[in-house]
């Protein structure tokens, strides 16, 4: 241990002039001494860690030191000098000097402290002389590696003692009978996307027809090799002293794999070379294998979760329709009223005739003193419901204040959600290809968000979300489809890309079924107190005119022909009644149709990645287990052929696997 005392403080400097010029021209060789009291250091000896510096001019060195090889080459061939390993074969009982060299800017560090280590030796087979050397006056320190009578390998670790940030440089050491190995082989640097330390070389003889090559071997399904290595890390080489028959036969091939896993784990990334594995007696050879990223497996059922925004962005005609029934949210009362007038047949338009000054031009803030009426008992019917149907059990009267508008409904429909299970039946070919025989897709539910009444926590994205599984209102109860993909890695992750493909997908039936199924529910009734639940425009419009209790007895045009004749004059129950039941069935499909009538083109929606879709394999077992993340979700390309003009609803989706 050095016992360091005060510091001497002092420069020696040897100023050597060069050439001519002037004093502020010449070029100095500068020796800096940075002097300590030490009485571990004797008298003329350089301090350790001390740089001896050339200052030309006024370019002082700035270069972190660099830890490098001596050796130019190993003992397979292979370059030493600038790599991170370097090889060396010994015989039984041999030893080796092992020597690296210290430098900044190109000059030598001395007296700087070198770790030496032993690694992943499971034979002990070495013995390294000291633990701890120091560099010389050219910055080289050397140790002796000594190795007993056993076939193995294992490596040495040097590190320079304090800078953590120079890399270590690892010998790799192999002992075999003879000093000498026919074949050696180790791994390219690994740059691909997972994180690898342990590697595995296997030998397949190759036949007088040169079989098996590299393209008829299954790295899933590899047969017998001739030969195999211990599992070694990946810095260190796969070292074959003895091939079976070489001496008699004097030259082999050997189609070479290589695996490579994290620790004990599957095989994550493999190499095959059936083109540099001959060998020949009293010859050596070195062959250095380039890793490439197995993909886990796809092959199973995903649930995926996709998001439309199926409002934002409508072409206008499209849009018009789409708010006309959204309308309905936002004043029921004045919009049943309007759809008196609006769905057409004589009996209707004569009701219409008592209800507006205008009828031509219906206006629902210019009634009649019957359409006054009418108006209020309808109100008062509205009202009736929404207390009825209101979550908030201890006021429901808080339901009567919420004043329900079009932009309501339409960030609802903004997060539109459907359901659905893609299958894929066999792993992607060697280029990443999957044709549409093997991509299944099933779209079977559809999803919206209501929170009214759920109290939902902020951060909480799970809470207020109804599924409704597909079928009626002009959809099928589910929607198949196959497709293209292509698997691959980019940016060290795995991928896909979903080609575009056709789904007969309508959009006008789909947010005419969200409406009718979901959204009435929700605001009239869903059936969770006894009363039928509020699930078409028919059931709609009959609760409207005469409250949810006349959907049980179906006499809800009976009770509003009764409640308006009591309160008018000059209209008979007969005339209301029928007008009730007409509007009831031509009003209900006067707003489907306005819909539904959008979809004039069959397998109109056309579906796609917008760019590939990142893959997990979360647990790293080598099978994909996600289609990118809740938080991080993957881009549909979509484009919708509606009202005859394309449109293109933003979409996102997850999935994960079944």
């Given at each position: 241990?050095m016992?360091?005392?005060?510091?001497?403080?002092?420069?020696?400097?040897?100023l050597?002039?060069?050439?001519?010029g002037?004093p502020?021209?010449?070029?100095?060789?500068?020796?800096?001494?940075?002097a300590?009291?030490?009485?571990?250091?004797?008298?003329?000896?350089?301090?350790?860690?001390?740089?001896?510096?050339?200052?030309?001019?006024?370019?002082?060195?700035?270069?972190?030191?660099?830890?490098?090889?001596?050796?130019?080459?190993?003992?397979?061939?292979?370059?030493?000098?600038?790599?991170?390993?370097?090889?060396?074969?010994?015989?039984?009982?041999?030893?080796?000097?092992?020597?690296?060299?210290?430098?900044?800017?190109?000059?030598?560090?001395?007296q700087?402290?070198?770790?030496?280590?032993?690694?992943n030796?499971?034979?002990?087979?070495?013995?390294?002389?000291?633990?701890?050397?120091?560099?010389?006056?050219?910055?080289?320190?050397?140790?002796?590696?000594?190795?007993?009578?056993?076939?193995?390998?294992?490596?040495?670790?040097?590190?320079?003692?304090?800078?953590?940030?120079?890399?270590?440089?690892?010998?790799?050491?192999?002992?075999?009978?003879?000093?000498?190995?026919?074949?050696?082989v180790?791994?390219?640097?690994?740059?691909?996307?997972?994180?690898?330390?342990?590697?595995?070389?296997?030998?397949f003889?190759?036949?007088?027809?040169?079989?098996?090559?590299?393209?008829?071997?299954?790295?899933?399904?590899?047969?017998?090799a001739?030969?195999?290595?211990?599992?070694?890390?990946?810095?260190?080489?796969?070292?074959?002293?003895?091939?079976?028959?070489?001496?008699?036969?004097?030259?082999?091939?050997?189609?070479?794999?290589?695996l490579?896993?994290?620790?004990?784990?599957?095989?994550?990334?493999?190499?095959?070379?059936?083109?540099?594995?001959?060998?020949?007696?009293?010859?050596?050879?070195?062959?250095?294998?380039?890793l490439?990223?197995?993909l886990?497996?796809?092959k199973?059922?995903?649930?995926?979760?996709?998001?439309?925004?199926l409002v934002?962005?409508?072409?206008?005609?499209?849009?018009?329709?789409v708010?006309?029934?959204?309308?309905f949210?936002?004043?029921?009362?004045?919009?049943?009223?309007?759809?008196?007038?609006?769905?057409?047949?004589?009996?209707?338009?004569?009701?219409?005739?008592?209800?507006?000054?205008?009828?031509?031009?219906?206006?629902?803030?210019?009634l009649?003193?019957?359409?006054d009426?009418?108006?209020q008992?309808?109100?008062?019917i509205?009202?009736?419901?929404l207390?009825?149907?209101?979550?908030?059990?201890?006021?429901?009267?808080?339901?009567?204040?919420?004043?329900?508008t079009?932009k309501?409904?339409?960030?609802?429909?903004?997060?539109?959600?459907?359901?659905?299970?893609?299958?894929f039946?066999?792993?992607?070919?060697?280029?990443?290809?999957?044709?549409?025989s093997?991509c299944?897709?099933?779209?079977?539910?559809?999803?919206?968000?209501?929170?009214?009444?759920?109290?939902?926590?902020?951060?909480?994205?799970?809470?207020?979300?109804?599924?409704?599984?597909?079928?009626?209102?002009?959809?099928?109860?589910?929607?198949?489809g196959?497709?293209?993909?292509?698997?691959?890695?980019?940016?060290?992750?795995?991928?896909?890309?979903?080609?575009?493909?056709?789904?007969?997908?309508?959009?006008?039936?789909?947010?005419?079924?969200?409406i009718?199924?979901?959204?009435?529910?929700?605001?009239?009734?869903?059936?969770?107190?006894?009363?039928p639940?509020?699930?078409?425009?028919?059931?709609?419009?009959?609760?409207?005119?005469?409250?949810?209790?006349?959907?049980?007895?179906?006499?809800?045009?009976?009770?509003?022909?009764?409640?308006?004749?009591?309160?008018?004059?000059?209209?008979?129950?007969?005339?209301?009644?029928g007008?009730?039941?007409?509007?009831?069935?031509?009003?209900?499909?006067?707003?489907?149709?306005?819909?539904?009538?959008?979809?004039?083109?069959?397998?109109?929606?056309?579906?796609?990645?917008?760019e590939?879709?990142?893959?997990y394999?979360?647990?790293?077992?080598?099978?994909?287990?996600?289609?990118?993340?809740?938080?991080?979700?993957?881009?549909?390309?979509?484009?919708?052929?509606?009202?005859g003009t394309?449109?293109?609803p933003?979409?996102?989706?997850?999935?994960?696997?079944?």
């Amino acid at each position: 241990m050095m016992k360091r005392a005060s510091l001497l403080s002092g420069l020696v400097m040897l100023l050597a002039s060069c050439g001519g010029g002037t004093p502020g021209s010449q070029v100095q060789e500068v020796v800096v001494i940075d002097a300590l009291m030490d009485s571990d250091v004797p008298p003329g000896e350089t301090p350790i860690g001390d740089i001896v510096q050339h200052d030309l001019s006024d370019n002082a060195c700035s270069e972190k030191p660099v830890l490098g090889f001596v050796e130019e080459t190993g003992d397979t061939d292979k370059p030493c000098k600038g790599q991170p390993v370097c090889d060396a074969i010994l015989n039984y009982n041999g030893d080796k000097t092992l020597s690296v060299q210290l430098t900044q800017c190109g000059v030598g560090v001395v007296q700087q402290q070198i770790d030496w280590k032993i690694m992943n030796d499971k034979l002990s087979l070495g013995t390294l002389d000291a633990e701890h050397t120091y560099t010389d006056q050219n910055g080289v320190a050397a140790n002796r590696v000594r190795v007993k009578d056993k076939i193995g390998q294992f490596q040495v670790q040097i590190c320079v003692q304090g800078m953590p940030d120079v890399p270590c440089l690892y010998y790799n050491i192999a002992v075999t009978p003879k000093g000498i190995a026919p074949l050696t082989v180790g791994f390219a640097q690994y740059t691909g996307m997972y994180l690898l330390d342990m590697g595995k070389v296997l030998l397949f003889k190759q036949d007088k027809t040169s079989k098996p090559r590299c393209s008829d071997l299954n790295i899933s399904n590899l047969p017998t090799a001739t030969l195999s290595s211990p599992d070694i890390s990946l810095t260190q080489t796969a070292v074959f002293s003895e091939l079976p028959d070489l001496e008699t036969e004097g030259s082999q091939t050997y189609t070479i794999v290589g695996l490579a896993r994290q620790g004990t784990g599957p095989v994550q990334a493999y190499a095959c070379n059936d083109t540099d594995g001959r060998v020949e007696w009293g010859g050596k050879k070195y062959v250095e294998l380039e890793l490439i990223d197995l993909l886990p497996s796809l092959k199973g059922s995903y649930d995926i979760t996709s998001t439309f925004d199926l409002v934002s962005g409508l072409p206008p005609n499209v849009a018009n329709v789409v708010y006309a029934i959204i309308g309905f949210f936002q004043n029921p009362t004045a919009q049943l009223m309007l759809l008196i007038c609006k769905a057409g047949g004589q009996s209707l338009e004569d009701f219409c005739g008592y209800l507006f000054t205008d009828p031509q031009n219906p206006d629902i803030h210019q009634l009649t003193s019957t359409g006054d009426i009418v108006f209020q008992i309808l109100n008062a019917i509205l009202i009736g419901i929404l207390q009825q149907n209101c979550p908030y059990e201890q006021d429901p009267t808080l339901c009567t204040k919420i004043y329900w508008t079009g932009k309501d409904v339409s960030e609802i429909l903004t997060k539109f959600q459907l359901l659905s299970t893609f299958t894929f039946s066999q792993e992607p070919d060697k280029d990443g290809y999957l044709p549409s025989s093997a991509c299944f897709e099933r779209w079977h539910t559809l999803r919206i968000r209501w929170t009214l009444g759920l109290d939902c926590p902020p951060d909480d994205d799970t809470c207020g979300w109804r599924n409704i599984p597909l079928g009626g209102s002009g959809l099928p109860d589910v929607i198949t489809g196959n497709f293209e993909a292509n698997v691959s890695v980019q940016k060290a992750q795995v991928v896909m890309d979903i080609k575009p493909h056709t789904l007969l997908l309508k959009y006008g039936a789909l947010v005419n079924f969200a409406i009718e199924k979901l959204l009435l529910p929700q605001m009239f009734g869903d059936g969770s107190d006894g009363l039928p639940a509020v699930d078409s425009y028919e059931a709609m419009i009959g609760s409207l005119l005469a409250g949810r209790e006349c959907l049980v007895t179906n006499d809800c045009c009976s009770r509003f022909a009764e409640q308006v004749t009591q309160q008018t004059f000059g209209l008979t129950k007969n005339f209301v009644e029928g007008a009730c039941q007409a509007l009831i069935q031509t009003g209900a499909q006067y707003l489907r149709q306005q819909l539904t009538s959008l979809d004039t083109e069959t397998g109109n929606f056309t579906i796609g990645t917008k760019e590939p879709c990142t893959l997990y394999d979360t647990n790293k077992d080598m099978k994909i287990d996600a289609f990118g993340k809740k938080d991080s979700q993957c881009l549909w390309d979509a484009r919708l052929l509606v009202g005859g003009t394309t449109y293109s609803p933003n979409g996102t989706f997850y999935g994960k696997a079944k």
